[in-house]
């Protein structure tokens, strides 16, 4: 679904919803991290958290992934370990 709005000159533009939400992946540091983008960057929201169980990878109970909006757009980010292969 489209959203409608009007353009700084009164003209109609339609916008696209966002529909990639972008995960930056952060060495075992992910909280920091977002701590980091919510105190420069406007309106920001914390929607998630998910921490690491009995499972791991990571130490049980740490922060595995954030889910947040920035500004209005969703983003993500992840608490990797470094045991855990990223792509190429």
Partial sequence: MALSRHDRH???STAIQQKITPYL???GNAE???NFYITILKDPKIVTRSHYG???PGPKGSVMAIAFRLEGEQAGI???SLSLKRNP
Avoid: P
């Fill in 10 to 12: 009164g003209r109609r």
């Fill in 25 to 27: 992946w952060f060495d």
């Fill in 32 to 34: 920091a991290a977002v």
């Fill in 54 to 56: 009995d499972a791991g």
């Fill in 78 to 80: 992840l608490s990797g």
